[in-house]
């Protein structure tokens, strides 16, 4: 038997182990709740922001609890498709809505004053609970967008905490704002926040446990525009649904619960940042900047290969949205494509030059069609296809790499005249070109130029850029560059692992690896966490899934559960880590592609790499909506240690393998 002191000491040993397995690397803020929602147990100051969208409306919350404990709030809503002028990238109307509204509420004639905020609780809909203890009330904030209107919407729910019975009176009241009619595209927009409670005159009798509310709606409205009678209960069950829809598939079950509960919030942030605009409906990063807008590195190279995965029709749609508008810019002389298309798709803008954009749209669109299973949709696709295709190859500069003038970085750090990126991002759109040509029973002709092409670039690639950088044998970035960069991580995403150990060793070395991940340049401090996410999934990918699970997890906490949550972010110091929306589908794509390793290699076919680690004895991937119908994918430790991995349909195993870990097998789905 254990003595009493051992017993302690045992206790104290699991915990510490717990505390430090799961929060390694980060000082956890937030909690779990649950495999959706995260909340935080106020127990001092603290302030934080967190980007939140619908069809017609994204709003910023800064927001906090000051030293005296009182909630803090300032909204800033934007409307995509409300246009200021200049018309241009960043022209969607934008407006501070700032304060809160408990104050206006009176109980037994006295406003509420002394309020403690107790918990905040993030799920896709942030819910704040407050107690006013002496006024014996508690009150319930949530906040949350309007799925499909113009309006942000916030209802405050008051309940009676006393044994005895209290007089409530809620606020009704209209406030408006009128823009200039000189800079609005269609003139003078109006911007209101309407107070309104269920009884006209707002005055309830509660009784001990009784509960009422109010509710507050921001909406925008222009010229003529009718007035919105929302309800923000039904505003909530809307809102909820969606959540249901992308939290109900392409579910992810680890041993890992951070792990799984940051995969559950960032299957949120892509899909809610889609805006139904007159060009169509235009996933865009947000950030406060860019709206009603597409990105080829952004939307054609982050996310729009996620879609289908997700079984969202939504961003199925907006994925073939935003590549038909760049459909338009092809030409007979072979310009490059656009690197944005702006103001609901009526401009375009590039401030960098050729970023490589044509080598990212051929890229995502071939990943697309593929993962998408539509043969009509991968038909239309393909002349986008072979049109990018034969654009980079013009581009090949006298050592067979592709030549731009920058990356996706835009110039921030240098690129040189052929930069890694571009290059693997045209090598794996001639990959998928040959899948999908066989697929779609292409040229045999022009499918074998694309594997001639595909294998040369393989060699020219390793020639070109291979080096010891730092005493790491690995890539350099551009012809001249010595110091690492974090985008040596892209071939692995790409199935170039010649250079594997090296760049896995550079990458997670104390020259770029700190506590908020990737630096985007040895000896600097700027980190992009686009170049960290692709790292973790080129990690998985070549096989090294022990150290990418150790940092994937480091990396987690911090941003599902530290100072700021819960996505994955753009950058620091620019734009203050905003929760751009693509970021988060590239943290999907480490499990889709990565973790399980799915190569799309038809159009109901892929290669399968599960990467299980030493730690985990089971993983799964439910629900996955890809290749035009639906599965699971279930792996499983044998007890010899290879892999038992089953596809299920309807609960029904219709294949199952056993497979080395780290080994493909080919799937087909029938």
């Not at 147990?41 to 927001?63: C, F, P, Q, W």
């Not at 300032?74 to 960043?90: A, V, W």
């Not at 935003?322 to 944005?340: A, I, V």
């Amino acid at each position: 038997m254990m003595t009493g002191q051992k017993i302690m000491w045992f206790i104290v040993l699991v915990c510490w182990f717990s505390t430090n397995l799961l929060y390694a690397g980060g000082v956890a803020r937030w909690t779990i709740a649950s495999p959706d929602s995260i909340y935080w147990k106020v127990n001092g100051a603290h302030n934080d922001h967190i980007e939140m969208s619908g069809l017609k409306v994204s709003t910023v919350l800064r927001y906090g609890v000051n030293a005296a404990g009182e909630w803090v709030i300032d909204r800033n809503m934007i409307l995509p498709t409300f246009r200021t002028i200049p018309n241009d990238t960043h022209g969607s109307l934008q407006h501070h809505f700032n304060g809160d509204w408990a104050h206006l509420c009176l109980v037994n004639g006295q406003p509420l004053v002394g309020e403690k905020v107790e918990t905040v609780s993030l799920s896709g809909v942030m819910t704040v609970k407050s107690i006013y203890g002496n006024r014996g009330v508690s009150l319930t904030r949530t906040l949350f967008p309007s799925t499909s209107q113009p309006a942000f919407c916030e209802k405050y729910e008051l309940e009676n905490v006393t044994e005895n019975s209290l007089t409530v009176e809620f606020p009704t009241n209209i406030l408006s704002y009128h823009t200039d009619e000189a800079k609005g595209v269609e003139g003078s927009y109006t911007l209101t926040a309407t107070l309104s409670s269920p009884l006209k005159e707002g005055t309830f009798q509660l009784e001990a446990g009784e509960k009422a509310w109010f509710q507050v709606i921001y909406a925008g409205y222009k010229k003529n525009g009718r007035v919105l009678a929302l309800d923000v209960d039904k505003e909530l069950v809307a809102r909820r649904e969606f959540l249901r829809q992308v939290q109900g598939n392409l579910v992810l079950e680890t041993p890992s619960d951070v792990i799984n509960t940051m995969f559950s919030f960032a299957k949120i942030r892509g899909p809610e940042s889609i805006f139904d605009t007159k060009g169509g409906y235009m996933q865009s990063p947000g950030g406060e900047a860019y709206y009603a807008a597409i990105w080829a590195n952004d939307q054609a190279e982050y996310i729009n290969p996620f879609f289908p995965y997700l079984g969202y029709p939504t961003g199925n749609r907006s994925a073939m949205d935003s590549f038909t508008l760049f459909m338009r810019y092809m030409n007979d002389e072979y310009k490059p494509l656009p690197s944005s298309i702006i103001a609901e798709g009526i401009d375009c803008f590039g401030v960098a030059g050729d970023r490589g954009d044509v080598a990212m749209v051929a890229y995502g669109a071939a990943r697309y069609a593929l993962v998408s299973g539509n043969r009509h949709e991968a038909e239309k696709l393909w002349s986008l296809i072979e049109w990018c295709l034969e654009y980079c190859n013009r581009k090949l500069n006298a050592e067979g790499v592709v030549e731009s003038d920058s990356d996706e970085l835009e110039n921030r750090f240098p690129a040189g005249k052929a930069n890694l990126c571009t290059s693997s991002l045209y090598y794996d759109a001639l990959i998928s070109a040959v899948y999908l040509g066989k697929a779609l029973k292409k040229d045999r002709e022009c499918i074998k130029s694309y594997q001639d092409k595909a294998a040369e670039l393989y060699k020219n690639i390793d020639r070109y850029f291979a080096h010891n950088v730092e005493g790491y044998e690995t890539y350099r970035y551009y012809d001249g560059n010595a110091v690492l960069r974090s985008w040596i991580c892209i071939p692995l995403t790409m199935g170039i692992y010649n250079r594997a150990e090296g760049t896995v060793s550079a990458l997670f070395s104390d020259k770029l690896w700190m506590e908020n991940g990737l630096l985007t340049q040895s000896g600097t401090s700027t980190y992009w966490d686009r170049s960290t996410l692709y790292a973790f999934r080129g990690a998985y990918s070549c096989g090294a899934r022990e150290i990418a699970t150790e940092y994937l997890e480091k990396y987690s906490v911090t941003r599902l559960l530290g100072d700021h949550v819960p996505y994955a972010v753009e950058a620091w110091p620019e734009g203050n880590q905003r929760h751009l929306s693509t970021e988060s589908a590239l943290y999907c794509r480490i499990m889709t592609e990565g973790l399980f390793g799915i190569r799309p290699i038809a159009l109901d076919a892929f290669k399968l790499t599960p990467q299980l680690p030493e730690g985990w004895n089971t993983m799964s991937l439910k629900r996955i909506c890809a290749f035009g119908t639906t599965f699971d994918i279930e792996v499983k430790r044998n007890k010899d240690n290879a892999l038992l991995v089953l596809i299920k349909k309807d609960d029904k195993i219709i294949e199952k393998y056993k497979v080395g870990n780290g080994k493909p097998i080919e799937v087909r789905i029938k």
